[in-house]
């Protein structure tokens, strides 16, 4: 079993900047790919940035040239720097593991991100 755990959602204008954090807990060992995804009210869940356990790197079209991800393997963390956040970046941002046996997949409770313009 795997715990993730989001921090560092929030309120910001337009143009601003937010980190997100993820603690992962548990079976650590099994999990490979890291990552966020993001759900708005009445989308679908999308994909946002997955970084694999060498570092690389994914993204979403709407991450790109904007977010970064990043993982301390140490400190059990993954992170998510977004700068010039738009109104349309406001949502649910899940944090994400997935595990080596099956390929299991796990899910943070989600830290909400609200960009106002």
């Known amino acids: 079993q795997v715990q993730l755990l989001e921090s560092g959602g929030g309120l910001v204008q337009a143009g601003g900047s937010l980190k997100l954090s993820c603690v992962v807990s548990g079976s650590i060992t099994t999990v490979n790919a890291l990552g966020w995804y993001r759900q708005a009210p009445g989308k679908q869940r999308e994909l946002v940035a997955t970084i694999s356990q060498g570092g690389y790197q994914n993204y979403g079209d709407s991450a790109k040239g904007r977010f970064t991800i990043s993982r301390d393997n140490p400190k059990r963390m993954v992170y998510l720097q977004m700068n010039s956040l738009k109104p349309e970046d406001t949502a649910a941002y899940y944090c994400?593991?997935?595990?080596?046996?099956?390929?299991?997949?796990?899910w943070g409770q989600g830290a909400q991100v609200t960009v106002s313009s």
């Open positions: 994400y593991a997935r595990s080596t046996i099956g390929n299991t997949e796990y």
